[in-house]
């Protein structure tokens, strides 16, 4: 069974420039996460998609948004990247929500020079 | 607001050596899951367990054993006999409240670093 899958693994762009990254979750699995990981703030929880609808929103400007097709995949999209939105971007998918056991992709290390 | 504070930033331990992890969390929820995580350097979190509220009971799990104390808010990690292959970021996480055909976060800790010398 294929774990999560995070395109691209790496990335480099200038501040001002928008970004799209993709998770393809594990077959069957409807809920998809994001996450930001930087050292100052860890783990943060960016959204949830469900069946193609956002069910949960964390604590992030509207620069940051995302959805997710028919098939689950999901993409999350920032807009006028800031220095500060350098991060390890990491999607999980489970079943049905968070409360299930969540796997994880190996996320995308964003750089914003 | 949903807390997890994990105190140790980093640890050091010689192989064989056993090593706990603490984690103490803060919910007004009744109901919640918590969750440990092994972060490798590869970058992906690697779940590693699961326990809900009203679940006290120790687990145990090869060289793997977790202690629930809902008294002191506490859910602390133990591994055995450390090894090498060990040497990771962990992380402990709370959801929330468990809502039917809902959405619960997880709420992480800042994670503790876990180095094993051989």
């Known amino acids: 069974k294929a774990g999560v899958t995070q395109t691209p693994r790496y990335l480099i762009k200038t501040r001002g420039q928008q970004v799209t990254l993709s998770c393809s979750p594990i077959?069957?699995?409807?809920?998809v996460s994001w996450y930001q990981q930087t050292p100052g703030q860890g783990l943060q929880f960016l959204f949830e998609?469900?069946?193609?609808?956002?069910?949960n929103k964390g604590n992030f400007p509207g620069r940051f948004s995302g959805r997710q097709f028919s098939n689950s995949r999901s993409e999350m999209n920032v807009s006028t990247l800031e220095l500060g939105d350098s991060a390890l971007y990491l999607c999980?998918?489970?079943?049905?929500?968070?409360?299930?056991?969540?796997?994880f992709g190996q996320g995308t290390r964003l750089t914003v020079v | 607001a949903q807390k997890v504070t994990q105190a140790q930033t980093e640890i050091s331990v010689v192989e064989k050596e056993d090593v706990t992890l603490d984690c103490v969390y803060e919910t007004r929820d009744t109901t919640y899951y918590l969750f440990w995580y092994k972060q490798p350097p590869s970058g992906e979190l690697v779940f590693l367990i699961r326990?809900?509220?009203?679940?006290?009971q120790n687990e145990i799990s090869g060289r793997y054993s977790w202690n629930f104390q809902k008294s002191t808010s506490s859910f602390n990690f133990t591994i055995t006999a450390s090894q090498v292959v060990d040497s990771a970021v962990y992380f402990c996480a709370l959801s929330d409240s468990i809502v039917a055909g809902g959405s619960e976060k997880l709420v992480f800790g800042k994670g503790t670093k876990l180095t094993v010398n051989p």
């Open positions: 077959s069957g699995h409807r809920s």
């Open positions: 326990r809900n509220s009203f679940d006290e």
């Open positions: 998609y469900f069946s193609e609808t956002q069910r």
């Open positions: 999980a998918s489970s079943l049905e929500g968070q409360n299930t056991e969540a796997f």
